[in-house]
């Protein structure tokens, strides 16, 4: 079931519940990582005026943690890593903070903020240790790990090549510190409820949402693909009619 937001973006909730919290209108969380071109600062204006207009609390939260790692697993030198890594997670808290400044919304009801900085949040620290304990214990939650790596880096590996386990224990580490917002920010965040928006369906949406045992997403946490609501759209997201789902 699509939601036209208004003429920019369309709203896929990935079930009937997660639309409910979508409606509630609580908290909206949009992740952002470094190097993806998707968020452009245009972009992130214009998702920062569509949250401020349906959501009480806006987060825009940009991966910083392991980044110097993933581009060290892939064949740069520690050094040229450490200044890449940098220089990315710059620029993308560049253009999210002139995204945010140029639409024009109430700055109050939107931050920004690095993923670091919720390292010595104790719900956080506790969720990641969760995540671990799945990776090494939950062959499903591991798989979908896996394809979650896959879709992040697989562009990267030379054609024919599988990952290493170094590379995959480094995109482990890197996604492990972003899951846990996926599964509780309303703890983490100490909102009523809270939607995670992204631009397209990951492969761990049906593990933590549609799965009925293990590791799950709690009762207040929603997910939603947040895409561009014209012609542009699969060509933005890479996606089709049958990744759409939303019950």
């Not at 890593?81 to 400044?101: M, P, T």
């Not at 054609?159 to 899951?179: I, K, N, P």
């Not at 761990?204 to 009925?212: E, N, S, W, Y």
Request: charged share 25%; glycine share 8%.
């Amino acid at each position: 079931m699509t939601i036209s937001a208004d003429a920019s973006f369309e709203v896929l909730p990935f079930t009937r519940t997660c639309r409910h919290i979508w409606e509630d209108g609580d908290h909206v969380l949009i992740g952002v990582s470094p190097g993806n071109s998707y968020f452009s600062a245009e972009r992130v204006a214009g998702l920062a005026r569509w949250a401020v207009s349906r959501f009480a609390q806006v987060d825009f939260v940009y991966a910083d943690l392991h980044v110097d790692r993933m581009f060290g697993a892939f064949g740069y030198t520690p050094e040229h890593a450490g200044r890449r890594a940098s220089k990315e997670i710059k620029a993308v808290r560049r253009r999210i903070v002139k995204g945010v400044e140029d639409s024009g919304s109430p700055h109050a009801e939107i931050r920004v903020r690095a993923l670091s900085e919720f390292l010595a949040n104790p719900v956080y620290q506790l969720l990641h240790r969760r995540v671990l304990h799945f990776l090494e214990t939950d062959d499903t939650f591991r798989k979908g790990c896996e394809e979650m790596a896959l879709h992040f880096i697989g562009s990267k590996l030379p054609e024919g090549e599988s990952m290493t386990d170094s590379q995959l224990r480094v995109c482990f580490d890197y996604l492990a510190a972003e899951l846990p917002f996926f599964i509780d920010t309303p703890s983490i965040l100490d909102v009523p409820s809270s939607v995670a928006a992204y631009h397209v369906r990951m492969p761990m949406t049906d593990v933590l949402f549609a799965r009925g045992g293990g590791l799950r997403a709690t009762r207040n946490q929603a997910y939603a693909v947040v895409r561009p609501g014209t012609e542009d759209s699969a060509a933005a997201t890479g996606g089709s009619a049958d990744e759409r789902r939303a019950a």
